[in-house]
Structures are given as structure tokens and as C-alpha cells.
């Protein structure tokens, strides 16, 4: 299984970016999918999820309204739209996934997860 994140970048506050997830090496649509996200000197913390069937999905409190996650079964790829950002978004931004048999189910513990991506750099300037 192999998670390749990008759209991570540098922007002002206010702004917006889109991270990607390209998944290979599994069936995608077999898997719950989640964005995390890891600032220095933090700990690594639960962004948002999403359902096998697109329709569940799950913000941390302080991205809700400002981030939305997708996710596109064809093309084995989930995404995060981020609008509004902050300087306090700044951080790695990881993808991750693993297998569930439930379609509507959704997992928020970052050890629901098996299989991580490599991360990508949100910097958001004020």
C-alpha cells in the first residue's frame, strides 16, 4: 500500500489549498480514509475522515466550516479542500487509510489507522 500526498505549499492567512491522496496498491473503495496533521512540537492530530461511501465524515472542531474532505473512488484519491487558513494550520499534513467492512463507518483514533502517507508542508503566513 502506497499513500502519496501533495497540494501542500506556502500561503497567506485567508487563503486556500487543496491536498491530495493518490492511493495505490489497495481497493480503495475498501477503505475509510483520514487527514491528519502534525505541527512542531505537537502531537499528531485527527483533521478530518471520511466514509467508504463519501457520505460520513468527521472535522476537528477547529477546521470545521474551513476544511472539507472527498474523496474520489475512480481515481483512488481523497482530497482536502482548506479555505480560510490560519497560521495555526501550519503543519505536516498526512494522509492515511485502512480497511473497514462497514461502508458508513468512519474512524477519528489516529491507531485506527495501518497504513500512513508520506506527509506534506502546510505553511500559512499572517
Known amino acids: 500500500v502506497q499513500l502519496q500526498a501533495s497540494g501542500g505549499g506556502s500561503v497567506q492567512s485567508g487563503g486556500s489549498l487543496r491536498l491530495s491522496c493518490a492511493a495505490s496498491?489497495?481497493?480503495?473503495?475498501?477503505?475509510?480514509m483520514g487527514w491528519f496533521r502534525q505541527a512542531p512540537g505537537k502531537e499528531r492530530e485527527l483533521v478530518a475522515t471520511?466514509?467508504?461511501?463519501?457520505?460520513?465524515?468527521r472535522y476537528a472542531d477547529s477546521v470545521k466550516g474551513r476544511f472539507t474532505i472527498s474523496r474520489d473512488n475512480t481515481k483512488n484519491t481523497v482530497y482536502l479542500q482548506m479555505n480560510s487558513l490560519k497560521p495555526e494550520d501550519t503543519a505536516v499534513y498526512y494522509c492515511?487509510?485502512?480497511?473497514?467492512?462497514?461502508?458508513?463507518?468512519?474512524?477519528?483514533?489516529?491507531?485506527?489507522?495501518?497504513?500512513w502517507g508520506q506527509g506534506t508542508q502546510v505553511t500559512v503566513s499572517s
Open positions: 496498491g489497495l481497493t480503495f473503495s475498501r477503505y475509510v
Open positions: 492515511a487509510a485502512n480497511f473497514i467492512s462497514s461502508l458508513r463507518a468512519v474512524i477519528e483514533n489516529i491507531g485506527g489507522y495501518n497504513y
Open positions: 471520511i466514509s467508504r461511501s463519501y457520505d460520513i465524515t
